[in-house]
C-alpha cells in the first residue's frame, strides 16, 4: 500500500502525534461499467452466501429520552457531561442533563467539509468520519475537534481509497474503518453495496486486514450501506444501516474474510451513526433523522 504524508496538524492531544497519512490507492473501474450495474448485488455474490439471517433479539434496545436537535441528520457522539449532534457540515455540543445547547461548529457551503458520518469522543478528542459523498471518486478522511471548544485541529486524508468511509473507531490498539459503496447515482460504476469493507489498521494507520460483510446483510440494506459501527464491551461489531430501526450484531470470522451476522436487535433509532453510552455499555445513543432528534435507547 502506497503512502504519502498530507496530515494537516494545528493542535493535537499527545495519543494523536503517532497519526500519519493512510495510503490512497487509486480504483480502476471497467470503462463499460455503468451505474444500472450496481443496483443489484446478489447476482455477483451469492456464491458468498454462507448463513440465513439470524433471529431478531427478544432483548431490544427500548427508548428511554429524546432530545431535540436540528442538526441531527448524521450522527451523534457523546461523553460522560455533553452530546455532540451531527449533520453534514455542522456539529452541536449539548449538555446531556438539561438538552441544552452549549456551542455550535459550522462548516462553509463550499469548504473543505462536505459530508461527516460517524463520529467517537476519544479523551478531549472529537474523531469523526468523513467523505465526499455522493461524490464520484469516492474521497475519505478522519476530521479532529476538540471537545471543549468545538475547534477543529487536525485532518487525516485517505484521499481516492477504499470507498466512503462511514465510521473510525478504536479497539484494542488499532483503528477500525468502513468504506461504503452503494448500488445507486452516488456509487462507483460496477461496485455495488456489496464492496463495502472493514478495515483495520495499527496505531500508525498501516494497514494490518479487512473483512467483507455477509451476503445477507448486504441484500438488506442495498441499494445503501453501513452508516454506524462500535465495538461491544464483550468484543463484538455492533453496526447499523441508512434508516432500519435495528443494530446488527457481527463477529470476526475465526477463518476466512467474511464477518459473522450473529444478531439482529431491534432499536429506537433508525439507521445512521450511533454510540454506546461511556457511562453504560447497555445504552445506546442514536438519532430520528427525519424528527431532527437524538434518541437514547437500554437494552431491555
Not at 444500472?36 to 429520552?65: I, M
Not at 457523546?78 to 459550522?106: H, L, M, P, Q
Not at 455495488?192 to 473483512?211: C, K, M, P, V
Not at 432500519?244 to 432499536?267: D, F, K, N, Q
Request: charged content about 20%.
Amino acid at each position: 500500500m502506497g503512502s504519502q504524508d498530507a496530515r494537516r496538524r494545528t493542535a493535537t492531544a499527545p495519543w494523536i502525534s503517532t497519526l500519519v497519512l493512510a495510503a490512497a490507492v487509486c480504483l480502476t473501474v471497467p470503462s463499460s461499467a455503468t451505474a444500472a450495474q450496481t443496483a443489484d448485488p446478489a447476482p455477483r455474490a451469492a456464491h458468498g452466501r454462507t448463513l440465513d439471517a439470524p433471529a431478531v433479539s427478544d432483548r431490544p434496545f427500548v427508548e428511554v429520552r429524546r432530545y431535540d436537535a436540528p442538526e441531527a441528520s448524521q450522527g451523534v457522539a457523546v461523553d460522560s457531561e455533553f452530546f455532540y449532534a451531527v449533520g453534514n457540515r455542522r456539529i452541536a455540543k449539548y449538555e446531556r442533563e438539561t438538552g441544552a445547547r452549549v456551542r455550535e461548529w459550522r462548516g462553509e457551503a463550499d469548504g473543505p467539509v462536505i459530508h461527516l458520518n460517524s463520529c467517537v469522543v476519544i479523551e478531549a478528542s472529537l474523531i469523526c468520519a468523513h467523505s465526499n459523498h455522493p461524490g464520484v471518486p469516492m474521497l475519505s478522511s478522519v476530521e479532529i475537534w476538540n471537545t471543549a471548544t468545538l475547534e477543529h485541529t487536525e485532518s487525516i486524508s485517505f484521499g481516492i481509497y477504499e470507498g466512503s468511509l462511514t465510521w473510525a473507531i478504536p479497539q484494542d490498539g488499532s483503528w477500525w474503518l468502513n468504506f461504503a459503496h452503494y448500488g445507486n447515482e452516488s456509487g462507483t460504476p460496477g461496485k455495488g453495496s456489496e464492496w463495502t469493507s472493514l478495515i483495520q489498521f495499527d496505531a500508525n494507520w498501516h494497514r494490518q486486514a479487512g473483512y467483507a460483510y455477509p451476503v445477507e446483510l448486504i441484500e438488506q440494506l442495498t441499494p445503501n450501506s453501513l452508516s454506524g459501527g462500535n465495538w461491544s464491551a464483550d468484543g463484538r461489531l455492533y453496526v447499523t444501516g441508512h434508516d432500519e430501526a435495528e443494530i446488527y450484531v457481527l463477529e470476526l470470522p475465526a477463518m476466512g474474510s467474511v464477518l459473522r451476522w450473529v444478531e439482529t436487535i431491534p432499536a429506537p433509532m433508525h439507521g445512521q451513526a450511533w454510540v454506546f453510552d461511556p457511562k453504560d455499555d447497555a445504552t445506546v445513543w442514536g438519532l430520528v433523522r427525519s424528527a431532527r432528534q437524538v434518541v437514547v435507547g437500554r437494552r431491555r
